[in-house]
């Protein structure tokens, strides 16, 4: 029998994305990253109202779906977002999932602009083509 590389804590790249991605706290840091760019856990602490240890485990899974990058500075670390991690996690969605109907979220730029405004493409919602840019 050959061992597994798969120990305990084992995770897939999948898991880690859908894990990032499934916390309405983390979608706001993303949210926050992309508005002001880098920035400290300290500067997230007032806008999400959560301590400073909530944000680094929140911060900590995004890291690990390659979500945001990190930059130390002197003794603090400063988190961005990652453009290539942004990149390669539409592309992964949008090869695995049904494919989009929706002519405005065909593009990968077009779907992640779409997540940060709030609205479900169709095909995650399982809704009619159209439906997520009808209000």
Same mark, same amino acid.
């Given at each position: 029998?050959?061992?597994?590389?798969?120990?305990?804590?084992?995770?897939?790249?999948?898991?880690?994305?859908?894990?990032?991605?499934?916390?309405?706290?983390?979608?706001?840091?993303?949210?926050?990253?992309?508005?002001?760019?880098?920035?400290?856990?300290?500067?997230?602490? /007032?806008?999400?109202?959560?301590? /400073?240890?909530?944000?680094?485990?929140?911060?900590?899974?995004?890291?690990?779906?390659?979500?945001?990058?990190?930059?130390?500075?002197?003794?603090?670390?400063?988190?961005?977002?990652?453009?290539?991690?942004?990149?390669?996690?539409?592309?992964?969605?949008?090869?695995?999932?049904?494919?989009?109907?929706?002519?405005?979220?065909?593009?990968?730029?077009?779907?992640?602009?779409?997540?940060?405004?709030?609205?479900?493409?169709?095909?995650?919602?399982?809704?009619?083509?159209?439906?997520?840019? /009808?209000?």
């Amino acid at each position: 029998m050959v061992p597994s590389c798969r120990g305990k804590g084992y995770m897939s790249q999948p898991d880690r994305l859908y894990r990032a991605l499934g916390d309405k706290t983390r979608l706001r840091i993303l949210q926050h990253l992309h508005a002001h760019g880098m920035t400290c856990v300290c500067e997230l602490v /007032q806008p999400l109202g959560l301590p /400073q240890s909530t944000v680094s485990s929140h911060l900590r899974t995004l890291r690990e779906a390659g979500l945001v990058t990190t930059e130390k500075i002197g003794r603090w670390v400063f988190y961005g977002m990652s453009s290539d991690g942004l990149a390669e996690a539409i592309g992964w969605l949008q090869g695995n999932l049904d494919p989009v109907k929706c002519a405005c979220h065909r593009e990968p730029a077009g779907l992640y602009a779409a997540c940060l405004a709030g609205k479900v493409p169709a095909s995650f919602a399982l809704a009619e083509p159209e439906a997520c840019c /009808q209000d």
